[in-house]
């Protein structure tokens, strides 16, 4: 049944954005993310990437599967905020490690958690079409991240969020 689940589960772009996908820079034990961990059979496998040369904005792309489905044709509203968290959670590492001064291929990348997710739902979110999320990183101060969200659908913008993102604390670490 695991497996059956995994094969069936939706599919995380690979194409999108300049350079290569944060979640490629977590360590392997820390790689277990129900969104974006490359070890989780289950889960989103979710690839976060800057969008262009500026290094403010974002993108993710992910196409759901048929076992996220709220109603036929249509997206659950849960699946649509954790790519949102995820996504934002992603481009707070991007950022974070950016604003560190290291360079992702060589030094890897900072892990960042949640600490605040707000969804803005803005129409039903239609399954069958790539979701593309892109993120603005706002602000970045300390060990704080805040990133603004936007989903869209094909060319309609179904959702929008914010996500406030926290350097994972040192006890949290792997070794």
Not at 8 to 29: I, K, L, N, R, S
Not at 74 to 95: E, N, P
Not at 115 to 133: A, F, S
Request: glycine share 14%; with cysteine; aromatic share 6%.
């Amino acid at each position: 049944m695991g497996t059956r689940r995994a094969e069936a589960a939706g599919t995380a772009g690979t194409t999108a954005g300049e350079g290569p996908a944060v979640q490629d820079h977590y360590p392997a034990d820390a790689a277990h993310c129900y969104g974006c961990g490359a070890r989780n059979p289950f889960g989103h496998h979710l690839k976060t990437r800057w969008a262009d040369g500026s290094r403010t904005e974002t993108i993710t792309r992910f196409t759901p599967g048929p076992e996220q489905t709220a109603m036929p044709g249509y997206v659950y509203g849960g699946l649509v905020a954790s790519v949102l968290d995820c996504s934002g959670t992603g481009s707070a590492a991007l950022a974070g490690t950016h604003a560190a001064g290291l360079d992702l291929e060589g030094d890897g990348s900072l892990r960042y958690v949640t600490g605040t997710l707000e969804v803005r739902y803005q129409r039903p979110t239609p399954m069958g079409v790539e979701l593309v999320v892109r993120g603005r990183v706002e602000e970045v101060k300390g060990r704080k991240v805040t990133v603004a969200l936007t989903m869209t659908a094909g060319e309609d913008e179904v959702a929008s969020g914010r996500v406030v993102a926290l350097q994972l604390p040192d006890e949290m670490r792997s070794s």
